[in-house]
């Protein structure tokens, strides 16, 4: 979901010709009493074209009284082009007042039986339900990309059946660009890239003329996390980049602190924690309590991540141990597996290490059931390590040669597989040590978001 829009996203909105093009703006000061205060108090202050959005503002169908203010006095009856845009706005708060109960509706019936349900009753030809639906279904993919997938496929095809003479063909096709962008996304989570690619081409052609700077900065951010997985590094960058300025351009900071993140887990992947640390701190600083929660426990996993890269174990548990029970929690798998991960490193870090071996053995399955072999990989490693450690060499080798059998049934870089073979070697002869296993383990992490990285054998 979607946070507050900022003071300065209001106040943009509260030019007429910018409130056309920014109907996420409008819709949620239909919904929320205190944004639709700062809109007023912003009105008030600026004087100039505001009748219209004043009007719309104090809608009687608006959510939410508003006590003590009083409309404008000598109102004049607003132009046939704000009229449009009145009953767009009027439709709109229908949309979204029946939009609980639609949904609720539809969770009665399986997905599958979705489409019937759109082909045969226009109740459900509605644009709000349509963002919502694609927004349920993207969050949908963190525990099953197929099923999310599938469910904003559906949307995408609702979208067609709506009015085009009352949403406007530009709005119509910014929903389709956001829903086609987020089947991308489910298809990268899903580990099919070939398919996402295609998914965000689709996505691009539609968005290339949009006014709507917002849904041009998500596009941009979900096509950089593409390009992360693809390997495609740099082109990440200059996606998240360009999505930053957009967010900022527009006052979205939730947005901005979402980028950030992100640029922060590249660079740890590139195993560079004290430039992740910089992003990751700029990211909390810009999250408050009405925050995204999934999106603040993910910046603290990776803060954490950071301590752990730099070997203070210790702050990392004082960092992780207020959140525990957030972490469990987590209203995705996803989030909860990555946390586990996290601790599991931290006990052994602090010489718990039955308690975190037994934590990564167990994410380690997880990853393996989800086909999510890279991170296999990497969790494998940190068990590698602590066997060299201690050296339980014949358990070294058990593992060793599941990792190779893993990765020689996937399509993966010659050089992660130079990588892996070289570490097999090693356990073989009895010369793997723990100073070694880590070298692999922080090659595949650099591997995993920069092609150009070779693999040096010592």
Known sequence: MRGHPSTEQIRRFLDVQEARRSEWTALHLLECESCRATALRELEESGGQAELLAKVLRHPAARGPLEGVEPP??????????????????????????CGDLL???????????????????????????????????????????RGAAMVELVVDLVDHLDSALYGDRLLDDVRARGWAMIGDCYRMAGDLRAADSAFRRSARLIEDSPDTEELATHLYLLGVLRKDQRRSDDAIRCYNRARRLSEEIGDSEKVARILTSLGNLQLQRSQPEEALSFLLDAQALLDDRSDSRLALFVRVNLANCLVELGDYPGARALFEPSREQYSKAPDSYVRLRTRWLEGRIAIGLGEEEQGERTLVEVRAEYLERGLHYDVALVSL?????????????ELKVLAEEMTAIFLAQEIPAEVMAALAFLRQAVEQDRATEELVGGVARFLQRAQSDPSVRFRRR
């Open 73 to 98: 006095a000598g109102l004049e009856p607003p132009a046939a082009a704000d009229e449009r845009l009145l009953t767009r706005l009027s439709t709109a708060i229908e949309e979204v007042n029946a």
């Open 382 to 394: 940190n068990l590698a390590a602590l066997y060299a450690r201690q050296g339980r060499m014949a």
């Open 104 to 146: 609720a509706e539809l969770r009665r019936h399986p997905v599958q039986r979705w489409r019937l349900l759109f082909d045969n009753s226009d109740r459900y030809r509605s644009l709000a339900l349509a963002r919502e639906l694609i927004d349920i279904g993207h969050r949908e993919a963190f525990d099953d990309p197929g």
